[in-house]
C-alpha cells in the first residue's frame, strides 16, 4: 500500500510506501511514515504520483474544495515559487497545458529555472519523466537555454 504524506517542516507532499518506517523529503527532514497523517492512498506506486500532484494542489489553494473551505478569506500566496507555479499550472486539465504552464510560471517566478525546479513541479504535477517533457518544449521551441542547464519559456504569454 501506498500513501501520501505531507512533510511537517517544508509542507511539501510526497509518495510513499506505507511499509517504510521513515522516508526522507527532499528539504532533508526525516519524516516518520508511521505517525504521518495519510492524505491519499492507492495500491500501486504507479497510481501514488498524480494523487501526490492532487495533494499538492490543494496545499497550493489550488482545489476548489479547498476553496470552499477557506471563504470567504483568501487562501494565502505561498512564498514557496514551487508550490505557486504547482497551484497555476495544476488548474489546466490536459497534461501539454500543465507542462507549458509549469514552464511559463517558472519563468514568471524565476526568471531561468534549473533542471531541479523543474524537477520539483512536474513531481507535483504528477508527470513522469520531467528530463523528456522538458527536452520536448525545448525541441518545439517554447523553451529555450540560454545558459547551460538553466531554462526560461521562450513566451510567457498563455
Ligand atoms: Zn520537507
Not at 495519510?38 to 506506486?45: L, N, P, S, Y
Amino acid at each position: 500500500m501506498y500513501g501520501v504524506i505531507v512533510c511537517p517542516r517544508c509542507k511539501r507532499a510526497k509518495g510513499v510506501d506505507l511499509d517504510q518506517k521513515t522516508t526522507s523529503c527532499m528539504c532533508g527532514f526525516q519524516i516518520r511514515v508511521r505517525s504521518a497523517r495519510i492524505r491519499a492512498r492507492a495500491e500501486t506506486a504507479r497510481e501514488i504520483a498524480p494523487l501526490v500532484g492532487k495533494v499538492s494542489a490543494e496545499l497550493a489553494g489550488g482545489s476548489d474544495e479547498y476553496r470552499k473551505a477557506a471563504a470567504p478569506v483568501r487562501p494565502k500566496r505561498s512564498r514557496d515559487p514551487h508550490v505557486r507555479v504547482l497551484g497555476i499550472a495544476s488548474k489546466l486539465h490536459d497534461r501539454a497545458g500543465r507542462v507549458r504552464t509549469a514552464a511559463v510560471e517558472l519563468t514568471k517566478e524565476l526568471e531561468v529555472f534549473s533542471m531541479d525546479d523543474w524537477r520539483r513541479v512536474l513531481e507535483g504535477l504528477g508527470v513522469p519523466r520531467p528530463e523528456e517533457a522538458l527536452e520536448s518544449l525545448v525541441r518545439a521551441n517554447l523553451v529555450a537555454e540560454p545558459k547551460e542547464g538553466f531554462y526560461r519559456a521562450v513566451s510567457l504569454s498563455p
